[in-house]
């Protein structure tokens, strides 16, 4: 009997021991991920106007009631949180994503916007493919959905793979299958990862009032295509926290200027002073060592020096219009 008290006694203290070490754990993360937060709070991602929304003091993952994260409707929730954690196990994989939409991704944003797109959609090309020029590009477009939107896809260029045409198309769209989807941005998503035709069944469900049945019978593919969206605009918005470099201030600058179909991209590096390798990052869409020779005149963009940069944006503010659409 004594033996038997004993052993309940030091099973008691040592539940309470573990339970007391795991409150003090989780106060401490909680802490922890508040300062981080607070950090990248002040301060703010350079792409964003300084009157965006900053993000809470707490961890926003919540697991027993997710709840919507603006300014995009997807829930912050455990899921989200593995690709979080995912992405920032391996950050050169995410940094050199953003790298890589340098020069464009501002311009992106403002397309978006025109189109009355939320400027967080720009991280779905992120979702989509770490924004790869190269293959299908960075919103992954099939051939048909790309020439529905007036992509031109033939021997010499590929306009899936150039950021700014591309994104054009894509927030054309996007705001289409919003429209559909009643002004639901969740679904438009949703139609865009597996077609129009799924927002018959989104209606047959009953719309809105039935969105949780509509959720979960869709495939695996979308779930993690929202769950990598949320997770890549996440880190992006508390990117000083984190320490991921996403600073756009100093991004490549460019001009646009046509040229004569079928002059060499060596010829054109060496009229306009640059090189071949930096044409090429610049017109992802030339799939060939030349300008579409079909073309009259084709439009290519050419990287600026920092004096040439700053004389451009004041031309342009003393006219009073943005640079180049191309």
Known sequence: MTKTRKSTTLLAASLLTAFIFTVASLAIAAQGNARALSRAASSPWSLYPSGSPEPAAASPFIHSKPQPAPPFPILLNNAVERYVNAYLDQPTTLEAAFQRSRPFLPRMVEILERRGVPPDFVYLAFAESLFTKR??????????????????????????????????????????????????????????????GVLDRYWILEGNANYRKFV???????????????????????????????????????????????????????????????????????????????????????????????????????????????
Do not use: C
């Open 135 to 196: 293959g299908l590009g960075p919103w992954q477009f099939d051939r048909a959905t790309a020439r529905r939107f007036d992509l031109h896809i033939n021997h010499w260029i590929d306009e899936r793979r150039d950021p700014i045409l591309s994104t054009k198309a894509a927030a054309e769209y996007l705001a289409q299958l919003h429209d559909e989807a009643d002004k639901d941005w969740r679904v438009a998503v949703v139609a865009w990862n597996l077609g129009p």
């Open 216 to 326: 979960n019978r869709l495939p695996e593919r979308t779930r993690q295509l929202l769950q990598r969206f949320m997770a890549v605009a996440f880190i992006a918005h508390n990117a000083p926290a984190y320490g991921i470099n996403v600073n756009y201030s100093d991004s490549v600058k460019y001009r646009s200027r046509r040229v004569r179909g079928g002059t060499s991209l060596l010829t054109i590096a060496r009229k306009y002073h640059t090189t071949v390798s930096e044409l090429r990052s610049l017109n992802p869409a030339i799939l060939r060592d030349r300008v579409p020779p079909y073309a009259r005149a084709y439009p290519v963009r050419l990287p600026l020096g920092r004096r040439q940069a700053l004389e451009q944006r004041a031309d342009a503010g003393a006219r009073g219009v943005r640079s180049s659409e191309f």
